[in-house]
Every structure is written in structure tokens, then in C-alpha cells.
């Protein structure tokens, strides 16, 4: 049996060969399973790894800690991510970034409600899914320099930066009047943000109670209509 | 000379005597002199408590380090606050709350768009004056659990109260459609708080540069009349 091209353990403990055929070539069923044990392995690594950054800190947290956590071996660990800052804003990227780009890349229907309310439905699943993780972005990370302002720039700018050019592609369309983005983008993005610093941080139990769908109606209501009473 | 009533000291380290004239009765000016000297003292309190908890975090900040940075006698504090914990209240409360009312008190002209931009305004503004305070109230409040729920119920909650107040009075009053207060008025909070976490926490350059009039101009704007382009 060959060794596995990620962590040379696996054909051990997965109880399958993940080796290439001889020749280099693997058939299409191997690397399947070889991607999916990938995304499984990485996916185990940043929970792990969020539980680790709650409980000590992330100062403290070590590569060492999180490996134990995930039952993984340390080495393994470096195979997916070069450091902890990096497993940390891989972990926010997933949450925040890639949903996001799912939910933008659909087809459109020209529903631009359908669409916000798909934002904010997931933004806010993801939240509740990812409690700790929302916690620590309010808590902890600001503490921590570098790793903030990566955190800000590449992902929370970069979440800021897609919904943005939505408001701008509905204005050139003639749907929405024309916006000063800087401004609408953040204030759409506070309308979710405070949901969670509300019930997560703040544990807020009338916010609990809401359903995703409730808070995003209404939210969407709002961001298209105002609260005016049309005459 | 008497001594003043508020901390047996004043008449010495204030060179001018608040001490009642014999009979136990003091004229107007004295009494708008000991007035504007309480109000004056318990603002430096607030002040330096602010400091001290910013550097030394809430858990090992001490009366009497407050005093020394306030340069008052550890006494003396008492006299004005029986712990820490109702002077970090205290501050959140002038902050947040007394505003509020202030703005809410003043006779409305049936202009709530004047309204809810002097509201946003004076949020904005009292964010970036009391930067210490908010960075605190997202950072460490969350860890001290008492803490964390007096200030959520007896100070955000209360605001978000007079906000739904606020909106239930402009829907009787026919000119607000009928709204999901609970998620509208939180939703509204949302539009400022994102703000000053963009702002004062992740030290975002773009918000630093906005005056407050423009950000409260564009977001009174949004949530009156919405983003779509009207027909």
C-alpha cells in the first residue's frame, strides 16, 4: 500500500489506500475521495482549532494544542495551513467570505429582495452555527494587531467590497436610487452585525427566539422600503 | 469655614468655602456652585475610571487606583458611587442614555427625519468622544457576566426601548407603516453601532474620515425611504 499524498498516515487510519497507481496516475473515484478526506481533514482542523483559540486565548494557543484537539498529528496540521493566524482567517473566510460568493454566484432572478434575503438568512444561520467564532471576532481579535488588520482588510473589507458592487450593479440597472455605498453597505451590514452581538455576545434571549427568516424579512422590508408609510 | 457637605476637603483644596450659611441655609449661588462642583467631580470620576479600566481591565481595577487617577481621595468616591461596577454603569448611562432623552425631550417639530438624524449625530459623536467605552463594551464587558447583563437590560435595552417607543408613536400617528418593532428598532441600532465597531475597534480609516452628519444624513435617508428607486 502507498503512502497518502497528504499526512502519510491516512492509509493506516482511514483503513483505505489513497495512493496514486503506479505510474502516477489515480482514477477519478481515488480523487474524489482524496479531495473530500481533504476538505474533511481541514474542516476538522479549524474547528478544532476555534475551540482551542476560545478556551486558551489566541496568544496562547498553540499548533501543538489544536492538533491534539482535532486528533490529527502536528505535522498534518502544516500541510493544510502554514501558521495558527492562518487557520484563524481561514476559519472566518469560510464562514464569512465563501457563503457569501455561493449565494452572489447563483443565478439571479432579477428578485433583488429573494437575494438579500438569502444574505441575510445564511449570515445569520452562520452566526448561530459558529457562535465561538463570532464571539472571539468581537473579543478577542481586536487584540491582536496584525491578525485584526488581516481580518479586517481581507475579509471583512472583502465582504463590504461584494455588497457594494450589488448596490451599485442595482443602481445601474435603475433599481435602487443612487446610493452612497460607503455609507448603505456598512448600514446593511450593522442591520445583521448587531443580531449577532446581541444574542451571542450580549446573550440576548428575545433575539434567540427570532427565526433567521423573521430577522430577514423584516430587515429586508426595511432596507428596500423604509419605515415610511407610502401615500 | 465649614466644611462643604461633600467630602470635608473642598474648602481646602478648592480655595473658596461651599459651606452652608449658619442656620443651615445657603443662598442660590452657593448652591449652583456646589451643584456645578458635584457635577464636575463625578465627570472626573467617570473620566478617570474609564482610564484605569482600559488599562488595567475591569477584574483588577481598584477604587483606589480610580481615586489616584482622578486625584480625589479614595473616600470621596464613595460618596458619589458605593462600587466600580455602578461607576462603569454610570458612564454607559450618560453616554447612551441621558442623551437620549435629552434629544427625546426636546419638542418635536413632526419632522422625524430631524429627529432620527440629531439622534444619529449624537450617537456618532458620543462614540467617537467616549472611543475607551465603546472599545470596552465590545472587548471586555462581555466577560463579567453580572456586569454584562445589568448593562444589556438596564442601559441597551432601555435605549432600544425608546426607539421602539419612537417608531409605535409615528405608525399611530399614521406616519410609519406598521413595523416589527422588535427587529426595526434593533435594526436602526445596527445602522450606528457598526460604525463605531468599524471606527473605534478595527480602526477603520474610511469611517474615521466621514463626519457624523454624513453618516447620519445617508442612513436617515435608507431607513425612511429605503433603497429602491421610487416609481
Redesign the interface.
Known sequence: MGLCDLCGLCGKRFGFSLAKPPGGKENGVARLRREGLRAERRQAILEAAMKVFAQRGYAAATIRAIAREANIAQGTIYLYFPSKRDILLALYRSMILESLEEIMARPRKGDEAAFLRSVLVDRIRRFRENARAV?FA???L??HKEL??KF?REI??EQLGRIQTF?RE??AR????P??T???A??F???????A??EI????G??AR?TPE??AD??VR?????????R
Open positions: 464571539r468581537f473579543t478577542e481586536p487584540f485584526r488588520e479586517y471583512a473589507l448596490l442595482q443602481t435603475g433599481k435602487f436610487r446610493l452612497r460607503e455609507i448603505v456598512r448600514a451590514q450593522g442591520m445583521y452585525v448587531i443580531f452581538l446581541a455576545v450580549y446573550g440576548d428575545e433575539v427570532l423573521e430577522i423584516e430587515v426595511l432596507f428596500l422600503h423604509g419605515a415610511l408609510k407610502k
